[in-house]
């Protein structure tokens, strides 16, 4: 369980570490969110699932577990808001030219 524990670990990092790399190297806001979305909740659940392993008792299990749902549960919603509010705000994006979206949405209120 060690070794696997620490393999859990090792990719997490390194999964975070490609998140950090597309953080500084992609175009545009939605690019750049979608590294630190998607890795990031990969990484994060394979660090946990790392620690759970190493833990040795059952409630470094469903602590870990709690986490992993409460990441998954909140990392989609986190990223669509984010997302959505990049495109009211610059709705140009470097994409080759897709169409606004959002052009028919009723504006936010302040």
Known sequence: MTALGLV???????????AGVGLFSLPDAL?????????GALGLVSMLSGTALLGGDGSWVW????????????M???????ARAAMRENPVMDDG?????????????D
Not at 63 to 74: E, G
Not at 76 to 82: D, E, N, R
Not at 97 to 109: C, I, Q
Request: proline letters at 4%; charged letters at 15%.
């Open 31 to 39: 690019s750049r969110q979608h590294a630190a979305t998607k890795a």
């Open 97 to 109: 030219g897709s169409d606004d979206v959002f052009a028919d949405d009723a504006p936010l209120r």
């Open 8 to 18: 859990f670990l090792m990719l997490g990092i390194f999964i975070l570490l490609l």
């Open 63 to 74: 602590r870990a577990l709690l986490i992993i749902l409460l990441v998954w549960l909140t």
């Open 76 to 82: 989609p919603v986190a990223s669509h808001v984010l």
